[in-house]
């Protein structure tokens, strides 16, 4: 066997090599392999977007760079990757970093990272066991990382201190003032708490309750993980806490930057696998935020063994289109922290650089009013501001509806709505004047984000309806504002509304992707959010079937905080009659008839009074298979049975609710039984 392969301009030092992968996960890399070899990286959003399927994106998105691509890499840098696996992330360090060596124990995992990174001439993946590369690796490197890898370092090290040995081995390559950087999850993250399986056994609660004698596999608190450092003689190490977990982040907080109360909402991100849910995540972060323990609580960490670094904070917004792809990083810098924002991709640089001219003209018409500018600096490659202490207008409004005080919720909105008026007619308008954008001091009020802006006075009514709007859809806990009132104060008639809705989604149409985001994804991929309450009932597991749960879709998807069971749905015998107020602003509502596998046949299904103009899956798409015969019916194999209805070409109405009437009738019977009744029965198509 030769030593060396090349493929692109990437070396693979096969020296180590045993001749064959002693490590595999079939035929999902033979798929990975055969997409990289067909496609270019510029190809991968549409093919995850067409193959749906959970390998395809874990091993592909580049949302997966997030967790290293904030990390103040320098040219002159050299990196060791152990545990690169497809190169998920090896691209990021090959742009940031001067070389890259790359140790994994899969060939076709490394052909795969080869293929994809070609046109990298700065990197060489060395493949075969780590134990006998390691001798030959050099002792220079400024950046050793291990994401997604220190948990196994019972695979990497047979001694009785894996995790002690796996460490101290990776320090002897830390050139003087190097870094070492672990990403892992952490077993007491508040997902498994909540009823997300471990993430590497599938196994509910395995990590919380410390593992069992033979897992392959440990994670750790972060008590436990400061023991190991400690022990192993380091004791300069920082955390960091990668939001919602590591694998796919959109924010990365640290001890200087904790989460505020009320940033945590994006919790339902089980791709691969079902899961519970216990409770409500949100507000159990905000609690534990609360009481100062977040830290102990967070999903995954990301720990830097060495000197600090200047990053304290990060936001990933690339789940837009290329042009609009950047990441808002706050910094410390002597004393003082400044915010940047960055581009992550070369379209979007003329953004950033468009953000000083937005300041200039919002400056110039705000100059004399009750509304300062956060002041926006040009570098090489970021736009820079200073950071604004107070609190944000969400905050203290949130503080309004907890306290019960919605007179002065509603005086700061008259208040919000007077300041942006100011100058009104100049020809130009922030529509990222939000409440989350203004930081308030007292009376003092600063802009401190105007990314999206255009070229036409301000219409101050609709910017004040987009605020709230905007400041409505990030958390449930503020559905109970009585906005019909704050309408009346504004001014804001439901012709209005109907007309500012068409804006904002003519809006987001400008910023968007194209793509699925990761919650559409989530949505669509097909695996399940099992709520207790669908199957906790006293009266036994047969009566548990007697419940509707009703979900609805604004456009991104299903999600368990957007549904509701419905209480008043009446039970007769074996029928199921119920009515269900929806907004106009739902694409698609998902009806959850029973909690239980069996037969539903439709009786009545109407939207508004009317009949659906026909029971095609335009209209009606189940996860059943269709009964032939002169009723409509369903066998459901799956204790989870979804029938959706497809709303978008259906005329709604748009300034009040609307109504979807149902009547079934249901025969419960076990997973079993179903499957027998579609195996046997010739009336089944």
């Given at each position: 066997?030769?030593?060396?392969?090349?493929?692109?301009?990437?070396?693979?030092?096969?020296?180590?090599?045993?001749?064959?992968?002693?490590?595999?996960?079939?035929?999902?890399?033979?798929?990975?392999?055969?997409?990289?070899?067909?496609?270019?990286?510029?190809?991968?959003?549409?093919?995850?977007?067409?193959?749906?399927?959970?390998?395809?994106?874990?091993?592909?998105?580049?949302?997966?760079?997030?967790?290293?691509?904030?990390?103040?890499?320098?040219?002159?840098?050299?990196?060791?990757?152990?545990?690169?696996?497809?190169?998920?992330?090896?691209?990021?360090?090959?742009?940031?970093?001067?070389?890259?060596?790359?140790?994994?124990?899969?060939?076709?995992?490394?052909?795969?990272?080869?293929?994809?990174?070609?046109?990298?001439?700065?990197?060489?993946?060395?493949?075969?066991?780590?134990?006998?590369?390691?001798?030959?690796?050099?002792?220079?490197?400024?950046?050793?990382?291990?994401?997604?890898?220190?948990?196994?370092?019972?695979?990497?090290?047979?001694?009785?201190?894996?995790?002690?040995?796996?460490?101290?081995?990776?320090?002897?390559?830390?050139?003087?003032?190097?870094?070492?950087?672990?990403?892992?999850?952490?077993?007491?993250?508040?997902?498994?708490?909540?009823?997300?399986?471990?993430?590497?056994?599938?196994?509910?609660?395995?990590?919380?309750?410390?593992?069992?004698?033979?897992?392959?596999?440990?994670?750790?608190?972060?008590?436990?993980?400061?023991?190991?450092?400690?022990?192993?003689?380091?004791?300069?190490?920082?955390?960091?806490?990668?939001?919602?977990?590591?694998?796919?982040?959109?924010?990365?907080?640290?001890?200087?930057r904790l989460p505020l109360c009320g940033e945590l909402t994006n919790n339902i991100r089980n791709f691969d696998r079902d899961r519970l849910l216990l409770f409500d995540e949100k507000n159990a972060f905000d609690s534990v935020i609360s009481d100062d323990l977040f830290p102990l609580f967070s999903?995954?960490?990301?720990?830097?063994?060495?000197?600090?670094?200047?990053?304290?904070?990060?936001?990933?917004?690339?789940?837009?289109?290329?042009?609009?792809?950047?990441?808002?990083?706050?910094?410390?810098?002597?004393?003082?922290?400044?915010?940047?924002?960055?581009?992550?991709?070369?379209e979007a640089e003329s953004h950033i650089k468009s953000l000083n001219e937005n300041y200039k003209k919002l400056s110039e018409k705000y100059a004399g009013s009750a509304l300062k500018i956060c002041e926006c600096t040009l570098t090489e490659n970021a736009a820079v501001f200073p950071f604004v202490k107070g609190r944000s207008l969400n905050d203290i409004l949130d503080e309004c509806i907890k306290s019960g005080d919605m007179n002065r919720f509603n005086d700061i909105v008259s208040d919000f709505k007077e300041r942006i008026s100011f100058n009104g007619e100049y020809p130009f308008t922030d529509f990222d004047l939000v409440f989350s954008n203004v930081i308030a001091d007292g009376d003092d009020w600063t802009v401190i984000d105007y990314e999206w802006t255009k070229d036409e006075p301000t219409d101050s009514k609709y910017q004040t309806w987009r605020a709230l709007y905007c400041y409505m859809l990030e958390s449930d806990s503020r559905s109970e504002t009585d906005l019909h009132k704050i309408y009346d104060i504004l001014d804001i008639t439901a012709k209005d509304e109907d007309e500012y809705i068409r804006r904002e989604m003519a809006f987001h149409e400008t910023v968007q992707s194209g793509h699925m985001s990761l919650a559409q994804f989530r949505a669509r991929i097909g695996t399940t959010v099992i709520h207790p309450e669908k199957y906790i009932d006293m009266n036994g597991a047969m009566e548990n079937a007697r419940r509707v749960q009703v979900y609805t879709d604004k456009g991104n998807g299903y999600s368990e905080e957007e549904s509701r069971f419905i209480k008043d749905a009446v039970f007769d015998d074996e029928r199921i009659s119920f009515k269900v107020r929806f907004s106009g602003d739902v694409k698609n509502l998902r009806v959850d008839p029973m909690m239980s596998a069996g037969a539903v046949f439709v009786e009545t299904l109407k939207i508004n009074g009317s009949d659906l103009p026909d029971r095609s899956k335009k209209y009606l798409e189940c996860n059943g298979r269709k009964l032939r015969g002169?009723?409509?019916?369903?066998?459901?194999?799956?204790?989870?049975?979804?029938?959706?209805?497809?709303?978008?070409?259906?005329?709604?109405?748009?300034?009040?609710?609307?109504?979807?009437?149902?009547?079934?009738?249901?025969?419960a019977m076990s997973e079993d039984a179903a499957h027998g009744i579609l195996t046997a029965a010739k009336r089944i198509i």
């Open positions: 066997m030769s030593v060396n392969e090349t493929i692109g301009k990437i070396t693979l030092d096969l020296k180590h090599y045993p001749g064959e992968d002693l490590y595999s996960d079939g035929a999902s890399e033979q798929e990975l392999l055969n997409i990289v070899s067909a496609h270019d990286e510029s190809d991968f959003k549409d093919v995850i977007d067409e193959k749906m399927s959970w390998p395809v994106l874990y091993h592909l998105s580049d949302q997966r760079e997030n967790i290293v691509s904030w990390l103040p890499i320098k040219k002159s840098d050299r990196v060791l990757e152990v545990g690169s696996g497809c190169g998920a992330i090896t691209g990021v360090f090959s742009k940031k970093a001067g070389s890259v060596d790359c140790v994994d124990l899969s060939k076709r995992r490394s052909t795969i990272n080869a293929l994809r990174h070609k046109e990298c001439d700065n990197v060489t993946i060395h493949v075969g066991n780590f134990l006998d590369i390691e001798p030959d690796l050099p002792a220079d490197y400024d950046w050793v990382c291990l994401i997604g890898v220190f948990e196994y370092g019972s695979s990497y090290m047979s001694t009785e201190k894996p995790y002690h040995k796996f460490l101290e081995t990776i320090k002897k390559h830390v050139a003087p003032g190097g870094r070492i950087v672990i990403a892992i999850e952490n077993r007491l993250g508040l997902k498994y708490f909540a009823g997300c399986s471990e993430d590497h056994l599938g196994t509910y609660f395995s990590g919380i309750e410390g593992y069992k004698s033979g897992d392959y596999v440990r994670t750790f608190s972060r008590p436990g993980l400061e023991k190991i450092f400690k022990e192993c003689g380091e004791d300069e190490y920082h955390f960091y806490y990668p939001y919602p977990d590591y694998k796919f982040p959109t924010t990365i907080y640290s001890d200087k999903n995954s960490y990301l720990v830097i063994l060495g000197d600090d670094i200047s990053p304290v904070y990060a936001r990933f917004s690339n789940e837009r289109s290329d042009d609009r792809s950047i990441v808002t990083s706050m910094e410390q810098d002597n004393n003082d922290i400044v915010v940047k924002k960055i581009p992550m991709t070369k002169d009723k409509e019916g369903y066998i459901f194999e799956t204790n989870d049975p979804n029938m959706n209805i497809h709303l978008e070409t259906i005329e709604l109405n748009k300034d009040k609710d609307n109504e979807l009437e149902a009547v079934f009738t249901y025969a």
